[in-house]
């Protein structure tokens, strides 16, 4: 239960021990919805947002005027993050780069104080940051592509992955597309997770080149899907789950059931009005299962993909 926000002065306000300026500034003015809502919401939903995002490496989208003012994406937002947020030093090419990462919900609050609007973490954790501990095949339709085929896709990449000997699970993006995200125990690095992504992801382009591409230029991603393979590199993020769009109507990225994409379904199906709802509703957890599912990508996966 949330304890009410003790009020200090107007123009500020606290939660979870953490100082929210401007608590009553718009930041998605379609919905009304206020920095101190933003803040509650995370309050209120932690305990299925940090599971999957704990101690992970973090790059923000910072709109701190509201999303309808200048937004950037940010991976070394510095000075802007409260300090009471925990940082971490990740090795670079020269020298290393300081990244934010949370633990506790106070963390996230400490993000929205920094107008933080959107959440990316990387495949992996501090703990073994070379070795991602999930793969992330984000389905990118094109202007026009009908939802039935992002459907399609989504499930024949399920088979496919499912013939490896892997587990999918299945994420609305807030946006146009979907996410297959697969658990893999951290053992292979960086170089080797991309690969075998990539390899996963030429060999199902391969099976369907009209409506597939994992090429990510303009001009071949025209009237086809992406299989976008590139989450994958170290560095790269994807968003979180149960974590707020910088879109129109304030989306969430939703982890769901596989029983639950059909025709009716939409990537931006789920938004801070309609999450409480559907959380309160579950039975169980959507991704029930998850971390047990994880497998190595051992040599012989890879060589089934076509990687040495
Ligand atoms: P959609 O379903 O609409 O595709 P998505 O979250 O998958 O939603 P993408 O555009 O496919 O959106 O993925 C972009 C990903 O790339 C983001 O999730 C983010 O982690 C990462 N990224 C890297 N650089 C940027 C940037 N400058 N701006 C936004 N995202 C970036
Ligand atoms: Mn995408
Ligand atoms: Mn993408």
């Avoid at 591409?213 to 994958?232: Q, V």
Wanted: glycine letters at 6%; one cysteine or more; hydrophobic letters at 40%.
């Amino acid at each position: 239960p949330s304890k009410p926000a003790a009020r200090k002065r107007k123009d500020e306000t606290s939660l979870l021990g953490v100082r929210l300026t401007s608590p009553e500034r718009v930041l998605f003015p379609e919905q009304g919805l206020t920095k101190l809502d933003l803040a509650r919401l995370y309050e209120q939903i932690h305990e299925w947002v940090l599971p999957h995002l704990a101690r992970r490496p973090l790059s923000l989208v910072r709109c701190p005027q509201g999303r309808n003012d200048e937004c950037f994406f940010q991976k070394h937002p510095r000075s802007a993050i409260p300090d009471s947020v925990p940082r971490i030093d990740v090795p670079e090419k020269k020298g290393s780069a300081e990244y934010v990462y949370v633990e506790s919900a106070a963390d996230l609050i400490g993000l929205v104080q920094a107008g933080a609007l959107e959440i990316h973490p990387w495949g992996s954790r501090i703990d073994h940051l070379e070795q991602p501990d999930n793969l992330v095949f984000d389905l990118d339709p094109d202007e026009g592509i009908a939802w039935q085929e992002v459907l399609r896709v989504a499930v024949t990449l399920r088979e496919r992955l499912e013939s490896l000997g892997l587990t999918p699970f299945l994420r609305t993006t807030g946006g146009k597309g979907l996410h297959l995200v697969v658990p893999i125990e951290p053992s292979a690095e960086w170089d080797r997770a991309k690969a075998f992504a990539k390899g996963v992801a030429e060999a199902h382009a391969k099976d369907d080149p009209q409506r597939l591409t994992t090429n990510m230029s303009k001009a071949k991603r025209e009237g086809r899907i992406f299989i976008d393979y590139l989450r994958n590199g170290r560095g790269a993020t994807a968003v979180a789950s149960y974590t707020v769009r910088a879109r129109q109507n304030a989306p969430v990225a939703v982890p769901i059931r596989w029983d639950e994409l059909n025709a009716a379904l939409r990537a931006d199906r789920y938004n801070v009005q309609n999450l409480r709802r559907r959380l309160s509703a579950l039975r169980e957890d959507p991704w029930a299962g998850f971390s047990e599912a994880a497998r190595p990508l051992d040599a012989k996966l890879l060589k089934a993909v076509g990687v040495k």
